[in-house]
């Protein structure tokens, strides 16, 4: 299925990093085609979020509050970028408890077909964020992270598939079909010290099952060498050039990545470059 309906959460502050991730995050959706929806919300006393029109951005409830000015930054870096774009875009805005945030951003989510999200490097509400809208929004998102914003592009022509033959993996591999079609070359990577037959033969039935869908995937095995899985995928990202990674999110339970840290930890604490996850 297409990408059609993007979304994008405006949280926290309108720092330089921020507002370039958001014009970013608008160019990747103009890309593909699809419309983007922004919600900008403050933290205070729940108020449901209301539609704004694009050129009247005044009346986004601006109370004169640190935390209003901020949203209404970001709700023009997103504006203006949206023009630039010439993209399809809509606004929303609202003030919700602090608590119900990443709640409230997970129940629009489900209205759209990606969801786009800036990542500031170890970050606990973001992190928090990602979290709720992997495992409550049914949905896949794409990471940008801030730290890398000037070094990314729009378009994915490289883009690698981290594979670990789980139902979390496929499940990722089938949400971002559009973009792997759309992408120049396809790298399936599996991290694993021992190259045994299963490995490969899971590996090759990927690239079977991709060309199906007119991609045409490599397969190839990398090792950990004792490092975390995590950062071995982003090392080999980096070292290949690589646009994006394609993953599947938290393969063990969620508590135990907390505790013991894991793949998923590693990945949205400090994407090493565009990263579309599912759960």
Not at 25 to 40: M, N, P
Not at 75 to 85: E, K, P
Not at 95 to 105: F, G, N
Not at 234 to 239: K, L, T, V, Y
């Amino acid at each position: 299925m297409p990408i059609k309906d993007a979304f994008l959460p405006l949280i926290g502050q309108p720092r330089g990093p921020t507002l370039a991730a958001i014009a970013t995050c608008v160019a990747v959706a103009a890309d593909l085609g699809a419309r983007i929806t922004a919600l900008a919300l403050a933290e205070d006393d729940f108020v449901r979020p209301k539609v704004i029109i694009p050129g009247d951005l005044n009346s986004a409830d601006a109370s004169g509050s640190r935390e209003v000015s901020d949203v209404q930054q970001l709700l023009n870096a997103f504006t203006n970028a949206a023009s630039r774009a010439n993209i399809r875009a809509q606004i929303r805005s609202g003030k919700v408890p602090a608590d119900q945030i990443a709640s409230i951003l997970a129940e629009h989510a489900r209205f759209s077909d990606l969801t786009l999200v800036p990542v500031r490097p170890h970050d606990s509400q973001t992190e928090c964020i990602i979290e709720t809208l992997l495992f409550e929004s049914g949905r896949p998102l794409l990471l940008c992270p801030e730290q890398h914003v000037d070094e990314l592009r729009p378009e994915f022509e490289n883009v690698m598939i981290a594979w670990d033959h789980s139902a979390r993996a496929a499940r990722a591999v089938g949400d971002a079909l559009p973009i792997l079609q759309a992408a120049a070359f396809v790298r399936v990577v599996t991290v694993a010290d021992d190259k045994t037959d299963a490995i490969v033969q899971s590996g090759t039935a990927l690239v079977d099952h991709l060309r199906e869908h007119g991609v045409y995937a490599s397969f190839e095995t990398t090792k950990g060498g004792g490092s975390s899985i995590g950062k071995v995928l982003g090392s080999w990202a980096n070292s290949h050039a690589m646009d994006a990674i394609v993953m599947g999110a938290y393969h063990h339970s969620r508590l135990n990545e907390i505790v013991w840290g894991g793949v998923t930890k590693t990945v949205i604490g400090q994407p090493p470059c565009w990263v579309m996850i599912s759960h």
